[in-house]
């Protein structure tokens, strides 16, 4: 035995916090801190269930879309939603919480996911401005989340930014067509965009200086950027791209800082998101019930599969 | 912009337009009346199943009956395309700017989602039906018909084994599951005999197969699933329904009300 005073738990963190700086990954069989796996747990989770609420405001319009390939398209986008909200949950199992654990803090109205989903989607419009603008803002999010330091996590983050890039570029070119169409066409990208635009700003959370999780998720790599510099780089990404569709940024006070080389946007309504984020927004009680219901209706048919499965697996062993 | 501040993600050029199976042929008149049958018994199918997607029993459901809306989709684009070489409309002005008596789906594809166990049974029977259909008609002297099956029969295979297992699943599950799975197939089954009934469009045209040489392969594989799942055939009558001449379910009408509503809201527009 060594003489020396460090702790068994010490060494541990020594040698997490030396793979942390050596930008080594993290994964499931490496100790790790509790407050860290408590974070990626939270981090996680809540990712997945917004993968899965998030795939409501555009399932209602599937069954509506103006195009046999829109609909397919859609189709295949809110899909891959499902197929996110899988390699999450499976993801976030590794650290050791299991998906029904995860299943009920989401439809008992426990778990959190992100607020952008409990606005509407009234029209199909609101197709393009999702794709463009809340996955737009996802990806700035999500890149730097592939080399998070928790392996599952980040190469999770890899494939599902493939695909959202793809989700991305077909709400671009929804709204291309609608901004080339029609004026009743145009008018309706317009509205969508001015409803999702902000929305998708607060997507990356509050300014730095009120983010009290930021730092310590900064210094264990799971997140690159802060909330601000995230917001900053997605602004300058959709500016030029609101000249290609030749419609209104609804921020009026936008400009280009030539001293700081940065956009200077407007003012974000916080009070708006932490109005949302407490349960106020428009379809909070519906996105819930929603998926609470799915759940209650499916149940006998879970009951089913797993006391096949069983019946099964005592055929075989009685056999064997 | 400084080199900076430049973004660094980009949108990537991804080619969006799944390409369809143009193979610049023209469908005779009867290739097309031919193919609006199957094409609408797979659009119409599509359309329910889609409503599953954020609904189903669990997130692997999500994903397979999304999938399978997806492939039928796309077998109705194909079929549709390929029918509107002879109509002069494209896919889009056939799924949306055709009224309920010009639709030429089965009642079977328009039977409602109902609870998961009806969307089993109505997919078991569709499938074992489209699987032995796009098996002949993959040999059919119609090369546009022929192409379209030889691609769909793939897809096909699989719609059926997910309905099969499910079925397996669900009657051999709990007693709940049994009931629910039995009482679907009997809602179901008075759907099937049409869809082997021939017609004047089978008298003169030979590059399909005709319905009543379907029913002996189709029955054997479903008496097979009932029988390994310990499923009594239902034994029930004949529905008289006759979607291939137009006349529909109640079933329809909504559906397509819904499918239609905001590309007849902008009958100009594209999209």
């Given at each position: ?5 460090t ?12 793979l ?16 860290y ?6 981090q ?8 899965i609420?998030?795939m409501q ?24 939603e ?5 390699y ?15 299943t009920?803090q ?14 509407p ?13 809340v996955?737009?803002?996802a ?11 928790y392996?599952?996590?980040?190469r999770?983050?890899?494939r599902i930014?493939?695909e ?6 077909q709400?671009f070119?929804i ?10 066409q145009?008018?309706?990208a317009q ?9 998708s700003?607060?997507?990356f ?12 998720s ?5 997140k690159?950027?802060?909330?601000d510099?995230l917001?900053?780089?997605?602004v300058g ?16 006070d936008?400009?280009w800082?030539?001293?700081t ?8 309504d916080w009070?708006?998101f ?5 349960g106020?927004?428009?379809c ?5 019930q ?11 048919v ?5 006391e096949?499965a ?9 056999v064997? | 912009?400084s080199a ?11 080619e969006l ?9 023209v ?7 031919y193919a ?10 599509a359309?329910q199943l889609?409503w ?10 999500d ?13 109705a684009r ?22 309920e008596?010009?639709f030429?789906?089965?009642w079977?594809f328009?039977q ?11 997919g078991l ?6 699987f032995e259909l ?8 119609s090369?546009g ?9 793939k897809e ?6 997910h309905?099969?297992?499910?079925t397996?699943?669900l ?18 089954w008075?759907?099937?005999d049409?869809?082997?009934r021939?017609?004047?469009?089978h ?14 392969p ?6 097979q699933v ?9 034994k029930?009558s004949e529905s008289?329904g006759?979607g291939?001449?137009?006349h529909?379910s ?5 559906i397509?009300a ?5 590309a007849?809201?902008h009958?100009d527009a594209?999209?």
């Open positions: 035995m060594s003489t020396t005073v702790s068994p738990d010490d060494e541990l963190q020594a040698d997490f916090d030396a942390i700086e050596a930008e080594q990954r993290i994964e499931p069989r490496d100790w790790m801190p509790e407050a796996r408590k974070t990626l747990i939270r996680i989770s809540q990712h997945a269930h917004s993968e609420i998030g405001p555009e399932a209602n319009w599937i069954t509506r879309a103006p195009s046999l390939k829109r609909k397919a398209i859609l189709m295949a986008k809110v899909q891959d499902a197929g996110h909200g899988l999450l949950y499976s993801a976030a199992q590794t650290l050791g919480i299991a998906r029904d654990t995860m009920e989401l439809i008992e109205g426990r778990a959190r996911y992100s607020s952008i989903f409990n606005y989607t009234p029209t199909w419009a609101d197709m393009g401005a999702i794709g463009w603008l996955d737009g803002a990806i700035c999010n999500q890149v730097p989340l592939c080399r998070a330091s392996g599952p996590y980040g999770a983050m890899v930014c493939k959202e890039s793809f989700h991305q570029r709400g070119e709204l291309l067509e609608l901004a080339n169409g029609t004026p009743e145009k008018q309706m509205d969508a965009v001015n409803r999702w635009y902000w929305p700003l607060q997507m959370g509050p300014p730095d200086d009120e983010s009290p999780n930021s730092a310590q900064m210094a264990w790599k799971i690159r950027f802060s909330n510099e917001r900053q780089r997605f990404m959709l500016v030029p791209q609101f000249e290609a569709l030749g419609l209104e940024c609804p921020d009026k936008l400009r800082n030539e001293e080389e940065q956009w200077d946007m407007g003012e974000i009070d708006e932490f109005d949302v984020l407490k106020h927004g428009h909070n009680a519906q996105r819930l929603h998926r609470r219901q799915a759940h209650e209706d499916g149940a006998w879970r009951e089913a599969a797993a096949y069983r019946k099964q697996s005592a055929q075989l062993k009685a064997a | 912009m900076e501040t430049e973004p660094s993600v980009t949108v990537t050029d991804v337009d799944a390409e369809l199976t143009s193979t610049g042929l469908a005779s008149a009867d290739e097309a009346e609006l049958r199957i094409g609408d018994d797979s659009l119409i199918l359309q889609g599953w997607i954020s609904r189903a029993p669990e997130l692997e459901e994903l397979a009956l999304g999938n399978i809306a997806l492939d039928l989709l796309g077998h194909n079929l549709l395309h390929f029918a509107g070489t002879a109509l002069g409309k494209t896919e889009d002005e056939l799924a949306y700017f055709r009224d008596h010009e030429r789906s089965a079977l328009e409602p989602n109902g609870d998961f166990g009806h969307t089993i049974a109505r029977l569709t499938s074992a039906f489209q796009y098996t002949q008609l993959a040999e059919s002297s090369p018909l022929a192409g379209i099956a030889a691609k769909s029969v096909v295979a699989y719609h059926r084994d309905a099969v297992q499910w397996l699943r009657a051999g599950g709990t007693d709940e599951s049994r009931s629910r799975i039995e009482r679907a197939l009997i809602n179901t008075p759907y099937l049409e869809l082997f021939d017609d004047e469009l008298e003169r045209f030979d590059a399909a197969p005709r319905p009543s040489a379907l029913r002996e189709v029955m054997n594989v479903l008496r009932l029988a390994e799942a310990e499923l009594d055939e239902p029930t008289s006759d291939r001449h137009g529909h109640t079933y329809l009408g909504p397509l819904e499918m239609q509503v905001l007849r809201r009958p594209s999209w």
